[in-house]
């Protein structure tokens, strides 16, 4: 095929999965992305947009579906866009997820030599989510409360089921969207600014079934709070916490803005392995808590510690991987931005009664400047790690986070990486000043989703010596 022109309608072959889960053709070596293909199929796709190297198209029909496809458990597959590869075979889904970091490694980090572990797998890949947050808008005049469909921003499908949530949270929605409904409640128009209900976050904790649920409106006063709070207590008697946040801005965000507490507490409890951890309602928690569990205790092994390391942890949340690590260390420090996770993260060392655990609060970049330069006031046995790890959000490292930790001379950096493709290039930076890349373990943090986690160890190519 020379190159394709928009609106074309071709008969494709579709070969390869891409990060993001759309299916990759290859005619006559030109790349065509396809949302909604699988390796295997043969579809019928129409050109939608072409640039220089590649082109993406729309699936109109499946002329021959790949052995690899399942049907799919969600009647809103296809039109929600939440879990892509729900059609793909998971065990389909998980090869692909190996693939993709090893080549992400290799092609975008130029790294080799390194071991590529099998990825960990879960063993009821489905209800694992323990955050959704749903927009709330309007459909033929009435109110939902549900998903966007993939890449219309001002649009919310009508939700009947979602099978990465739990069925609380479910049963959470739907209450929300009857009550929001009886009370007249106008849902919010992204295009105009205009309207009253924005969002709905619910959290649901996997070890203690308890519940948070945070509506966020416009600014103005709920319509009768009592009802709302009665109603959702009544239905739902795991419901531990009932918030209200004002969104006064045009963003469609449903984090980080001002609320008040209708009732209860702003935060709950969640378990994991024996550590029992508060998670604040904005406060970041992974969300998907039995495979978190798989993903700390893979960090863990990768830190192989003795019981007598100095452990560094970097982008700390609310210090789960620090108070997980505490046990078989001498002693942790945890950096993270947000003041309301150092907060918690303080509490949970307290409740968990770990001792050995210092949180700080700020940019990890500042912090690491500071305590590289003596600045901060800290136990000198503190400022030189053995361990360093780092589970920074999906843009990775800055350049000089990786220079820094280097500085501080750990002999183990282990990476936990949401995001391959800032992965790679962080690992051939750490490679430059003298890490190599060890070993890699993928773990399906969220499957049927193309989104990928992995833990990657760096050690440095020659030990430096005690006194260096
Ligand atoms: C992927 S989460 C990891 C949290 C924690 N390790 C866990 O497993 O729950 C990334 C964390 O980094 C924090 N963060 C983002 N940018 C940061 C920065 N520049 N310095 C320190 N923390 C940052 C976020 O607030 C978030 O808590």
Not at 328 to 350: H, K
Request: glycine fraction near 8%.
């Amino acid at each position: 095929m020379t190159r394709p022109r928009r609106g074309d309608t071709h008969e494709l072959a579709v070969t390869g999965l891409a990060f993001g889960g759309q299916g990759i053709a290859r005619p006559d070596d030109f790349v065509v992305f396809v949302a909604g293909a699988v390796p295997g199929d043969e579809v019928r796709a129409t050109v939608t947009k072409v640039k220089k190297s590649y082109a993406e198209a729309r699936l109109e029909e499946i002329l021959s579906p790949s052995i690899d496809r399942v049907s799919a458990h969600c009647s809103h597959y296809g039109t929600c866009g939440g879990c892509r590869w729900q059609s793909l075979d998971y065990e389909v889904q998980l090869r692909y997820k190996e693939q993709q970091v090893g080549e992400s490694l290799e092609r975008l980090g130029g790294l080799k030599g390194f071991e590529m572990r099998q990825i960990k797998a879960m063993d009821h890949p489905w209800r694992y989510r323990n955050k959704v947050e749903f927009s709330i808008g309007s459909v033929e005049g009435r109110l939902v409360v549900g998903f966007h469909p993939p890449g219309r921003w001002d649009a919310v499908l009508p939700q009947t089921e979602c099978h990465l949530l739990p069925l609380a949270t479910e049963g959470v929605r739907a209450t929300v969207e009857e009550w929001l409904r009886n009370v007249g409640a106008e849902p919010w128009n992204p295009r105009d600014h205009a309207g009253y209900a924005r969002h709905l976050t619910i959290r649901e904790a996997y070890g203690t079934g308890e519940i948070l649920v945070n509506l966020v409106t416009a600014p103005g006063a709920l319509p009768d709070p009592t009802g709302f709070v009665d109603t959702l207590r009544a239905r739902h008697p795991e419901v531990v916490g009932i918030m209200h946040a004002t969104n006064a801005g045009e963003a469609e965000v449903a984090t980080g803005m001002p609320f008040q507490t209708l009732w209860g507490r702003s935060h709950m409890y969640e378990t994991l392995g024996d550590l029992r951890l508060k998670v604040s309602i904005d406060a970041f928690f992974q969300t998907n808590t039995r495979m978190a569990y798989v993903l700390y205790e893979t960090a863990a092994q990768e830190a192989a510690l003795t019981g007598d390391e100095v452990v560094w942890d970097l982008y700390s949340g609310i210090g789960s991987i620090a108070l997980y690590l505490a046990r078989r260390a001498r002693s942790v420090l945890g950096i993270e931005v947000v003041p309301a996770a150092v907060r918690d993260a303080v509490q949970n060392a307290v409740e968990n009664g770990v001792t050995a655990a210092t949180f700080l609060e700020g940019n990890a970049r500042v912090v690491l400047k500071e305590i590289l330069e003596g600045r901060l006031e800290l136990p000198l046995e503190l400022t030189r790690p053995d361990v360093v790890v780092v589970d920074p959000p999906r843009g990775g490292l800055a350049h000089k986070v990786i220079h820094r930790i280097a500085a501080a001379g750990p002999r183990r950096v282990v990476y936990v990486s949401c995001n391959p493709t800032t992965l790679a290039p962080d690992a051939a930076l750490f490679q430059e000043l003298g890490y190599r890349l060890t070993r890699v373990t993928p773990v399906d943090m969220f499957p049927h989703t193309p989104h990928i986690e992995a833990v990657a160890l760096l050690e440095p190519v020659a030990r430096p010596s005690a006194d260096e």
